[in-house]
Structure formats: structure tokens, C-alpha cells
């Protein structure tokens, strides 16, 4: 498999069809000869764990032949990693290379994701983890032109709403453009509130404090808390990690890093409980403490529940 570039003399290819079970092919499937070609030099490479440009040349060429192949994308980014820390190669080069590879492949969920890891890459590696400073130039580019193709193509959407949010954790319009996305449909699939939770977790970890991103966990614990009982109680083992292990008696705004919001949210979480004493006493705590700016508002939430425990 020798290219105006690179050799392959120096190795031997396997065989695709050496996965027999005892030597026994129960189904000989009848690859034409470049998928063997490529695929064979591809499983030798990996097995040596070539991170080489070379290599990088072969994945290029089985991506080509099979594009959502995940162990070939998993591979070419192992050998992206290295060729970078090598300075053999450049992740704005990677970027534009993916830019391609999509325009010919505008169904294909493993490129986007591909992509997003390389601009964490990037952002890790050269932008000191500051995501502020990514250039959404390019990304604003390359969705415009797939969305000129094809104005209902999910995974574009889906990379658009990712970079919106990973560039600015607390921008409220590019948390409402996701629900839209994932949501707008009405569609409440299991492993996507599952994902779509992860997903908040970790920007809430990253800014306790941001109501924006509570906000869209509360939508999620609404449609969770009924008919998703495992879903539920991983947000609210989240909300208690916020709000339990707070010292009310000696609290102090001004030393303890709280989340009002988390507080907000528990409010919710007891009364899907039942639990209106409970609802009571976070209200008093926002009202007196944690947010005495709405003092009102509380105030006005505790006499309602004392209005439901008369009746």
C-alpha cells in the first residue's frame, strides 16, 4: 500500500480474514480489494501502535471508506495527540481536514463529536483551558455551509448548540436553543435526558452559581420526577450536594460558596415530595439569607403553603 509519500514495506498487513472462530468462517464476507487493502495495513498499524504520520495517512483512508467506524476515529485522534505533541502537525489543520470530511458526510454523528474533542484539545492545550478564547469563526462557517445543505440536519444543530454553550456557560439564549433542539419536538427519549443531564452536571460543577444552567436541570427534573425515577434522583443527589452540607445556623455569604439556585430547585424537590414543612423552612433561609433581594417573593411562596396546610 505504498503512496507518493509514505512506504508500508516494512510490515505486513492482517488479514481481515483472520477473525474465525477455530478456523471456521461461518459467513465469508466479500470485501472488495481496497477495503482489505486498507483495513489490513489500518490493523497492523494499531496493533504496533504506530502514532506516525503514516498512520495518520491510513485512518484518513479508512474514514473515507467507512466514516462512522468509532475505533478508527478513537485511533486518529491518539495519533493527532502525538503528531501535536511532536509539533509534526497542527489541530488547526485537523480542524480544517474534519471541515471536509463532514461536507461529504453530513449524517455522520462520529465526525461532530470528533470535532469537539479536538477544540477541547485546542483550548487545553494552546488557549491555557480558557474556552473564551476559542474562535467560533470557523464553527459558525462550517454549520452555516451544513445547514445551507440541509436546514434539518440534527447533528449539525446539535455541534452549534455545543459550541454556543462551551463558549459561555451563563448564556441563557444558548441554553433555550437547546432545549429547542433536543426538545422542541416534543421528544423526551431516556438516554437523551440521561445525556442531557451529564451534560448540566458538569456545567453547573463548573459554575454553581449560574441560573441558567439550573434552570434547564429543573426542566429536567420536571420531566424526570414522574415516570423516571432513577433519572430524578440523580438530580436530586445533585441538588443535595449543593444545599445540604451548608451550615444554616452559621451561615455566612461572605465565606461559604453557595448556590442559590440549588436551594430553588430543592423547593421544587420537596414538593413533588410532599414535604411542605421542608418547602417552608428553604424559603425562609432565601428570604432571611441566601437572597434577601426577593425577601417578598419568599415570604409570598411560605404563606401560600401556609394557606394549602389550613385547608
Known amino acids: 500500500m505504498n503512496s507518493e509519500e509514505y512506504t508500508f514495506d516494512d510490515i505486513t498487513p492482517i488479514s481481515l480474514e483472520n477473525d474465525t472462530n477455530d478456523g471456521i468462517i461461518l459467513c465469508k464476507i466479500m470485501y472488495d480489494e481496497e477495503f482489505k487493502t486498507v ?43 502525538e503528531l501535536v505533541r511532536t509539533s509534526e502537525y497542527t489541530l488547526k489543520e485537523e480542524l480544517d481536514w474534519c471541515a471536509d470530511i463532514a461536507i461529504n458526510n ?8 470528533y470535532r469537539e474533542n479536538i477544540i477541547r484539545l485546542m483550548i ?15 464553527e ?16 449539525v444543530w446539535s455541534h452549534k448548540r455545543w459550541i454556543l454553550i462551551n463558549q459561555d456557560v451563563r448564556n441563557n439564549s444558548a441554553w433555550n436553543f437547546r432545549y429547542f433542539v433536543l426538545f422542541g419536538d416534543n421528544s423526551r427519549d431516556i438516554e437523551d435526558l440521561k445525556n442531557e443531564i451529564d451534560f448540566t452536571t ?37 441538588v443535595y450536594n449543593y444545599s445540604k452540607n451548608i451550615p ?20 421544587d424537590i420537596y414538593n413533588t415530595q410532599g414535604e411542605i414543612e421542608k418547602q417552608k423552612e428553604v424559603f425562609k433561609l432565601l ?16 404563606n401560600q403553603l401556609d394557606r394549602i396546610l389550613m385547608h
Open 124 to 138: 487545553d492545550t494552546q488557549l491555557n483551558g480558557d474556552r473564551t478564547k476559542y474562535n467560533l469563526d470557523d
Open 106 to 113: 453530513e449524517k455522520n454523528y462520529q465526525i461532530w463529536h
Open 202 to 238: 458538569k456545567r453547573i460543577d463548573e459554575s454553581i452559581t449560574n441560573p441558567s444552567s439550573w434552570n434547564y436541570m429543573k426542566f429536567l427534573y420536571n420531566e424526570c420526577k414522574v415516570n423516571k425515577p432513577d433519572l430524578a434522583k440523580s438530580i436530586i443527589n445533585l
Open 39 to 81: 483495513f489490513g495495513y489500518l490493523r497492523r498499524l494499531m496493533k504496533n501502535n504506530e502514532l506516525s504520520k503514516r498512520a495518520m495517512f491510513v485512518a484518513c483512508e479508512a474514514i473515507k471508506l467507512v466514516p462512522a467506524h468509532y475505533t478508527v476515529w478513537e485511533y486518529k485522534y491518539r495519533i493527532v495527540e
Open 140 to 155: 459558525y462557517n462550517v454549520t452555516a455551509k451544513m445547514l445551507d445543505r440541509d436546514e434539518k440536519n440534527y447533528h
Open 248 to 267: 444554616y445556623d452559621r451561615l455566612d455569604m461572605n465565606k461559604h460558596r453557595v448556590s442559590v439556585p440549588a436551594f430553588e430547585l430543592l423547593c
Open 287 to 302: 428570604g432571611t439569607k441566601l437572597d434577601p433581594v426577593r425577601r417578598n417573593y419568599w415570604a409570598f411562596r411560605a
